[in-house]
């Protein structure tokens, strides 16, 4: 039972402390994705 207890608050805790980091990543991946999206559109507009 305690190491079950230790095993959730660990988790807890990484989970907290990662969430700026995480916030940061997504942040990133949509930017990326909404530049390729854009590129994307710009060649289709240029050679379709």
Do not use: K, P, Y
Request: some cysteine.
């Amino acid at each position: 039972m305690h190491l079950a207890v230790l095993c959730v608050a660990t988790v807890l805790a990484e989970t907290l402390s990662e969430d700026g980091r995480r916030r940061q990543i997504r942040q990133l991946a949509l930017a990326e994705q909404l530049a390729a999206e854009a590129e994307q559109s710009r060649w289709r507009q240029e050679h379709l």
